[in-house]
């Protein structure tokens, strides 16, 4: 049975780590998969940052044009684009984008007196005039524009070349947009030899601190990037995952302390087996002993030649009294210790005068041979407490009998008795040999007996639980101090 129990255990223990195992790595998965959605959206709030961004250079660009063109000089850049293929073992397309600025004064084309504002429709004519004539420009720059996926992409590449010179990307400015949208981040401006087109990502899943960081190209004819870098705080990523936590948590707890529950159930019903099986052991060799002298002494009552001392005759009435009277108190403890509730238990109250009362107990002591053992009874003389004769009697019975058997050949045991704040104290001391620490919290369990004394003295295990039982009856409370091999002192406060 013991190694079944160990093995279910152990069993269990595995059970609960594997299923802990697997909820973490179900967790850290569902984690990493919302990580990811977050940093997505995240990326995605980045790239609408950068736009908006881009939105309000271009806005401050033809603004400035416009300025420039009421003053009555400006200047545009016009790009035109060249597409070359080249043919062998596959066709090699190229593409070059040329961007010519041009000098003019819109007010001159027009015909205009410098200072006058420009309509919509005006300035519309002029680009159209300085395009139809494309010559004499100021500055011409060249572009490999291969690596845009049409023709498009390199207009706007080029116009974003134009935003550059006149309204140039920077750290702050982008900065400011990101923080508005409440994203913090790092960032770098870098420029590369290369033509860079597409947007780069980069996601980093660690755990404790993930982050994302975008490259994303602003001026793609010059290779001019921008390096954002966020830091993710996984406490925002947490909310997304609320219901699943909670739902997760709830089924663990609830797996977890069901096994636990089966678990020592299994463990319970073990040691009430054992319990039970000790207990009808002790019980039946505790009866033997009265049985067996009772059987003796009314055998030697039917010996008429052994009555007829009459010494011997009081002998034998004397000793089968004793066993009688060891029946009564085994049944007695059986009766009260079943009890289900302390009220239950049925108490004839009066005033009884505690010192006399241990006299008596003293009296009716046994001392088993080759054991000396001398009962002091330092109670005060005029201290009544209002107990149960027969019960408060049992109850120092038991706790001197118990200080006799788990003691060495000289017993002393010594009795005090003293009123404190309405309360009466009685303290049993003697010079026995101590209970052990591992002993001492489970002493007053029914059947519990200690590793210290299970085998070499008799009994049921019954004992102390009576007393506590009787104790608490009587509206007190009991409890010990002992260490092993320095004897043990009972404390019983009564109230007064």
Same mark, same amino acid.
Request: proline residues 3%; aromatic residues 8%.
């Given at each position: ?42 990326? $995605? /709030?980045?790239?609408?940052?950068? #736009? !908006?961004? *881009?939105?309000?250079?271009? +806005?401050? %660009?033809? @603004?400035?044009?416009? $300025? /420039?063109?009421?003053?009555?000089? #400006? !200047?545009? *850049?016009?790009?035109?684009? +060249?597409? %070359?293929? @080249? ?17 003019? +004064? ?391």
């Amino acid at each position: 049975m013991e190694k079944r129990i160990k093995a279910l255990y152990i069993i269990t223990i595995i059970a609960i780590m594997a299923f802990l195992g697997m909820q973490f790595y179900w967790l850290r998965s569902r984690y990493e998969y919302s990580l990811r959605e977050y940093e997505r959206a995240l990326c $995605d /709030r980045i790239e609408r940052c950068v #736009d !908006e961004y *881009s939105e309000i250079r271009n +806005s401050s %660009s033809k @603004q400035d044009v416009e $300025d /420039r063109q009421n003053k009555g000089d #400006d !200047e545009i *850049s016009i790009p035109t684009f +060249s597409l %070359s293929q @080249q043919y062998g073992d596959s066709v090699k397309t190229s593409r070059t984008a040329k961007i010519m600025t041009y000098r003019y +004064s819109a007010h001159e084309l027009l015909g205009l007196k410098p200072g006058t504002p420009l309509s919509d429709e005006q300035r519309d004519r002029v680009i159209d005039m300085v395009q139809n004539r494309m010559d004499n420009p100021v500055d011409s720059s060249v572009y490999d524009a291969s690596g845009a996926r049409d023709e498009n992409e390199a207009w706007i590449a080029s116009k974003n070349v134009q935003t550059e010179r006149k309204n140039p990307f920077t750290a702050a400015g982008i900065d400011s947009i990101l923080a508005k949208a409440g994203i913090r981040s790092m960032i770098n401006l870098d420029k590369s030899d290369t033509t860079v087109w597409k947007i780069k990502k980069d996601y980093n899943t660690s755990l404790f601190s993930p982050s994302v960081s975008l490259t994303i190209p602003y001026s793609q004819l010059e290779g001019r990037t921008a390096t954002i870098v966020s830091h993710v705080n996984p406490f925002d990523v947490l909310p997304g995952m609320w219901q699943t936590l909670t739902i997760t948590l709830i089924v663990s707890f609830l797996l977890i302390v069901c096994l636990i529950l089966q678990f020592t159930t299994v463990l319970k019903l073990s040691r009430l087996d054992k319990l039970r099986n000790s207990f009808i052991t002790t019980m039946i060799h505790e009866l033997k002993r009265p049985i067996s002298t009772l059987k003796m002494c009314i055998s030697g009552l039917g010996n008429d030649r052994l009555t007829e001392n009459g010494a011997i005759k009081k002998e034998l009435l004397s000793e089968t009294r004793n066993a009688l009277d060891n029946l009564a108190a085994y049944f007695s403890k059986l009766r009260d210790i079943t009890f289900n509730d302390v009220e239950q238990i049925p108490l004839n109250i009066q005033s009884i005068n505690l010192h006399e009362l241990f006299d008596t107990v003293d009296a009716a002591t046994l001392r088993p041979s080759g054991k000396e053992v001398l009962i002091i009874n330092k109670i005060t003389a005029d201290i009544n407490v209002s107990v149960d004769r027969s019960h408060f009697y049992n109850i120092l019975i038991n706790l001197v009998e118990n200080s006799i058997k788990y003691s060495g050949p000289e017993v002393k045991i010594n009795a005090e008795g003293f009123e404190t704040d309405g309360f009466v104290e009685l303290k049993i001391r003697d010079n026995g040999n101590g209970i052990p620490s591992a002993d001492l919290k489970h002493i007053f369990s029914r059947f519990y007996r200690g590793k210290a004394s299970a085998g070499e003295q008799p009994g049921m295990g019954l004992g102390l639980a009576y007393v506590k039982l009787l104790v608490e009856a009587h509206g007190g409370e009991i409890n010990v101090e002992s260490s092993e091999g320095n004897g043990t002192c009972f404390t019983i406060t009564l109230p007064q």
